[in-house]
């Protein structure tokens, strides 16, 4: 349906058609990023699910290659599902996946390159003894799934870790192997926490307390925390939290029970799901991938004949300054991307102005923003009445506040018939501190009515002497958006009807009552990636 082309995007990852969903197995293997990721052959909803396969040398431009993994077993006939891969000293490759059964009972596998010295690693070959690992005494089949990259102990074992429930508390089983061929289920649980259900593609790795470096998934000891990360199925968000890994104990704390994996800290308050992380040895960091499914309905996507795209991958580092943190940014690689950017340097946002600012087309548009708030206004306004503010349950950008919202507005038509703000807003608390929140407001997004229009976003930490900066990565129909160093982040997908190719705008606004804010915002146009079949 060509009404709909312009939603397809210029420079995130998706296939030429056809339903996608988590990302799988990423690594850096002989020059190339392989990316795999669940995919529907058949058509734009979810099932017959195979492992597509693609590989680019920048994470920008991308090769499709033949699917890799496809249902051809037993033990894999309802779909090839969630898995990921891990490199081994000597050279070999290793994916494991789960496989839904001919009985639909979630099995973990085997695979591995048919051929080592193909740096495209087209071929695949199935373990003859798959599966092997099914689940354990006492958890209903069809709660065992999506294994992890091995980390291989000081005693050289290799363990992984896979997620489960037990009735509503939230699990991740250990198991240790010295050849990926037989595995031990170690005694206990990495992890558990009660009432949060399924736990789905659990991501557990190390991060550096005092580097900038990302580590390999291996890495232990001095200096390092280790993160989990788990995607809940009943809410579909991804949750991480910072702890530390007992490695004999077989046990992962975190460091604050408040934040502990399910309850606390999201690695995005949009929509971004079953993420997965891989550490890159070419350039020394750690890579974080998420699912970014559509927003609008089912029959829209059967229209459109795709649906969900990949985010930009993220490199992920611990947030030093607040240790309970992941800071998430854009790979440094799509910053090729950018054309001639404009500068718009001090520009006083009065209350209540909004103001264009003059880009040609920004359905393509990297933008960085940075905000002060007028020093008196905030010394002067009371405690805010709501104290709890909370974006979701906010009127938006269109509620005043004292000292908020304000913010950008992308995807907005020259008349702001259809709009979505990325904002600030901040409270004062009875203790006199600030409260900030970084939210997106997508109710005036679309003039169409069958897509998601919710308002949301977190709380943002602040720190002394820091500036508001956001960032925002347009393009056509996804909006990823991150706020103070990439802290918070948030992801929304959104459908304008009007607010399309040259009719899409970027505004300034402010809507705080008692407060001007003095806004540079520097904005790129982006250019398209190449995201090509293959000649295979
Ligand atoms: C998460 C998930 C995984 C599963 C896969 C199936 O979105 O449900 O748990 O392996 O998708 O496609």
Same mark, same amino acid.
């Given at each position: ?352 102005? =909004?103001?264009? *600012?003059?880009? /040609?087309?920004? @359905?393509?548009?990297?933008? !960085?923003?940075?905000?002060? +708030?007028?020093?008196? #206004? ?81 709380? =943002?930490?602040? *720190?002394?002497? /820091?500036?508001? @900066?956001?960032?925002?990565? !347009?393009?056509?129909?996804? +909006?990823?958006?991150? #706020? ?53």
């Amino acid at each position: 349906n060509n009404m709909l082309t312009w939603q397809r995007t210029g420079f995130h990852f998706q296939p030429e058609k056809n339903w996608m969903n988590d990302p799988n197995g990423p690594m850096y293997y002989k020059g190339f990023y392989h990316f795999f990721y669940q995919y529907n052959p058949n058509g734009a909803v979810w099932g017959d699910i195979v492992w597509g396969h693609a590989v680019s040398k920048d994470f920008v431009h991308w090769t499709h290659l033949p699917v890799a993994l496809v249902p051809d077993q037993w033990y894999d006939q309802n779909g090839v599902w969630s898995g990921s891969a891990t490199l081994l000293p000597d050279g070999q490759v290793i994916i494991l996946y789960t496989g839904s059964s001919n009985e639909s009972a979630q099995l973990q596998n085997l695979a591995y390159p048919a051929n080592l010295s193909d740096p495209l690693l087209v071929d695949w070959v199935k373990y003859p003894g798959n599966p092997i690992i099914g689940p354990p005494k006492g958890i209903y089949k069809k709660d065992f799934r999506d294994p992890t990259t091995a980390w291989r102990t000081s005693e050289g074992k290799w363990r992984i870790t896979v997620g489960s429930k037990a009735g509503r508390t939230g699990a991740a089983f250990v198991y240790e192997t010295e050849d990926f061929k037989t595995y031990r289920l170690l005694p206990g649980v990495l992890h558990a926490v009660p009432g949060t259900g399924m736990w789905e593609c659990v991501d557990f790795f190390p991060v550096s307390i005092n580097s900038k470096n990302g580590l390999d998934t291996s890495t232990n000891g001095k200096g390092v925390k280790h993160v989990m990360k788990v995607s809940l199925d009943d809410d579909r968000h991804d949750y991480y939290s910072v702890g530390t890994y007992d490695v004999i104990a077989n046990t992962w704390t975190p460091d604050n029970p408040q934040n502990d994996v399910g309850i606390g800290i999201r690695y995005d308050y949009g929509v971004f799901y079953a993420s997965k992380t891989f550490y890159d040895q070419k350039k020394g960091r750690r890579i974080l991938w998420g699912w970014i499914s559509e927003s609008d309905s089912e029959k829209s996507d059967v229209l459109k004949g795709w649906a969900s795209v990949q985010s930009i991958p993220r490199t992920l580092l611990l947030d030093q300054k607040t240790g309970t943190h992941l800071l998430q940014w854009p790979v440094e690689e799509i910053e090729s991307l950018r054309l001639d950017g404009k500068d718009f340097n001090n520009i006083k946002v009065e209350a209540g102005a =909004v103001i264009p *600012l003059d880009v /040609e087309s920004s @359905s393509q548009a990297d933008v !960085v923003a940075e905000f002060e +708030v007028d020093k008196a #206004a905030v010394e002067a306004v009371e405690v805010s009445p709501n104290e709890e503010f909370n974006c979701a349950s906010s009127g938006g950008a269109s509620q005043r506040g004292s000292l908020g919202p304000f913010g950008i507005l992308v995807l907005a038509d020259p008349s702001r018939s259809e709009q979505t703000s990325l904002h600030f807003y901040i409270s004062k608390t009875s203790s006199g501190s600030l409260k900030t929140s970084f939210c997106t407001d997508q109710s005036r997004s679309s003039q169409a009515s069958d897509v998601n229009k919710q308002i949301y976003g977190s709380f =943002v930490p602040v *720190l002394q002497g /820091e500036k508001l @900066s956001m960032r925002i990565l !347009v393009d056509h129909s996804i +909006v990823e958006a991150f #706020a103070q160093g990439g802290r918070t982040s948030i992801t929304s997908r959104v459908y304008p009807t009007r607010a399309i190719y040259h009719n899409a705008r970027i505004f300034l606004f402010n809507n705080a009552t008692d407060a001007s804010v003095l806004a540079s915002v520097k904005i790129w146009p982006m250019n398209s990636a190449s995201i090509q079949a293959s000649s295979h």
